[in-house]
T-cell receptor, first 114, second 114 residues
Framework: KAGVTQTPRYLIKTRGQQVTLSCSPI?????VSWYQQTPGQGLQFLFEYFSETQRNKGNFPGRFSGRQFSNSRSEMNVSTLELGDSALYLCASSLASQTNTEAFFGQGTRLTVV | AQSVTQPDIHITVSEGASLELRCNYSYGATPYLFWYVQSPGQGLQLLLK??????LVQGIKGFEAEFKRSQSSFNLRKPSVHWSDAAEYFCAVESPFGNEKLTFGTGTRLTIIP
């Protein structure tokens, strides 16, 4: 069974640009969550999508947005990039059933803003 | 809001020695508890999880963790470490009510010396 796939693995963008990251969850998983990992702030929750609806949201500015498609694939968008957005962005998928919320992580997208 | 504290930023142990990584959480009820491991440049791999029931949980790679409600702790242990265990370890909590996703500790970096 294929794991969580994130594309691209590496990305370099310029300040002020926007970027879209993609995440394909494990087949059958309906929940996709996004996390930002930086040396200074550690791992922080961005948002969760379930059945194409945003179900939970972390404490990030509106420049960070996402969506989920009917096949559960998810995209995350960051507009007007800032240097501080440089981070490893991790996607996790889960069944999100009542008794099993185990999250499986992708390898991440390393975003560098210059 | 839930929170996690990992008091040890960096731990060094000799190969073959025992290991204990500390984790304390703050949450109004008993949360779901997880330990993840991350190798450099990689995503997160789940070592073990606690949802309910037996407070001693066995995981992959010979790791175990014990949930202690009275101490709000979920410490990770391994009786004999291997050089391949060198990595960063993250403790995480999640609300069992689905309204808060994974909250991670700041991580403990484990170095193994021969």
């Amino acid at each position: 069974k294929a794991g969580v796939t994130q594309t691209p693995r590496y990305l370099i963008k310029t300040r002020g640009q926007q970027v879209t990251l993609s995440c394909s969850p494990i087949s059958g998983h309906r929940s996709v969550s996004w996390y930002q990992q930086t040396p200074g702030q550690g791992l922080q929750f961005l948002f969760e999508y379930f059945s194409e609806t945003q179900r939970n949201k972390g404490n990030f500015p509106g420049r960070f947005s996402g969506r989920q498609f009917s096949n559960s694939r998810s995209e995350m968008n960051v507009s007007t990039l800032e240097l501080g957005d440089s981070a490893l962005y991790l996607c996790a998928s889960s069944l999100a059933s009542q008794t099993n919320t185990e999250a499986f992580f992708g390898q991440g997208t390393r975003l560098t803003v210059v | 809001a839930q929170s996690v504290t990992q008091p040890d930023i960096h731990i060094t142990v000799s190969e073959g020695a025992s290991l204990e990584l500390r984790c304390n959480y703050s949450y109004g009820a008993t949360p779901y508890l997880f330990w993840y491991v991350q190798s450099p440049g990689q995503g997160l791999q789940l070592l073990l999880k606690y949802f309910s029931g037996d407070t001693l949980v066995q995981g992959i790679k010979g790791f175990e963790a014990e949930f202690k409600r009275s101490q709000s702790s979920f410490n990770l242990r391994k009786p004999s470490v291997h050089w391949s265990d060198a990595a960063e370890y993250f403790c995480a909590v999640e609300s069992p009510f689905g309204n808060e996703k994974l909250t991670f500790g700041t991580g403990t970096r484990l170095t193994i010396i021969p």
